[in-house]
């Protein structure tokens, strides 16, 4: 079962504009979720996080939402730039003896001139 | 530079030829992973480990086997590669267990005929 949902396999916006990624859970145990992102031939990279006790986090152009009634979180890139595209991860930890990382799917950003 | 690297980075072979992928950080962290991403599943752990000689199974590690004897070093060991093996893999490090933040290694795609 995949805990983690991406539902947006890809997204394409308009240079300037805003871009939202989405991302939903099924495990209410989550302690922090994780966005990373990744260009092509290369790993992924860490992006921001958020802990499950915010419902806010903010990083320059970069800010994640989370709203844990409806177990869903956001990633807002304003403005977005030609630089940006690339695929974004949503990932979430867990701890059950061990912590534990669960990814999505990724969505597949692309960012036109 | 702080980094994690993986070898070789593109690798074809065949059903049942044993091989070994490659993986070093030079960040002294004590937590490594193995990641495999393949289509609709997005990143899933095959083997962890939490600092030198502690290993353990992530969610897929069958057919995989791994070692950690020096704190830099983590290889991947397919001992009888089969096709459904053919992914792309990445290793990844971070400063602890319970660091969220992974620095993960450029990948190394696989193709078993």
């Known amino acids: 079962d995949q805990q983690v949902k991406q539902n947006s396999p890809s997204l394409s916006v308009q240079e300037g504009r805003i871009s939202i990624l989405n991302c939903d859970y099924t495990?209410?145990?989550?302690?922090?979720f994780l966005w990373y992102k990744k260009y092509p031939a290369e790993g992924p990279t860490f992006l921001i996080s958020i802990s499950s006790i915010k419902d806010k986090n903010e990083d320059g152009r970069f800010t994640v939402f989370l709203n844990k009634s409806a177990k869903h979180l956001s990633l807002h890139i304003v403005p977005s730039q030609p630089g940006d595209s690339a695929v974004y991860f949503c990932a979430a930890r867990v701890y059950s003896g061990t912590y534990k990382y669960i990814f999505g799917t990724g969505t597949r950003l692309k960012v036109l001139a | 530079e702080a980094q994690v690297t993986q070898n070789p980075r593109y690798l074809i072979t065949v059903t049942g030829k044993k091989l070994t992928v490659t993986c070093s950080q030079n960040m002294n962290h004590e937590y490594m992973s193995w990641y495999r991403q393949d289509p609709g599943l997005g990143l899933r752990q095959i083997y962890y480990s939490m600092n030198v000689e502690v290993t353990d199974k992530g969610d897929v590690p069958e057919g995989y086997k791994v070692s950690r004897k020096e704190k830099r070093n983590f290889p991947l060991i397919l001992e009888s590669p089969s096709p459904n093996q053919t992914s792309l893999y990445f290793c990844?490090?971070?400063?602890?267990?319970?660091?969220?933040?992974?620095?993960f290694g450029p990948g190394t795609r696989l193709t078993v005929t």
């Open positions: 990844a490090s971070s400063l602890k267990v319970s660091s969220y933040e992974q620095y």
């Open positions: 495990n209410s145990m989550f302690d922090y």
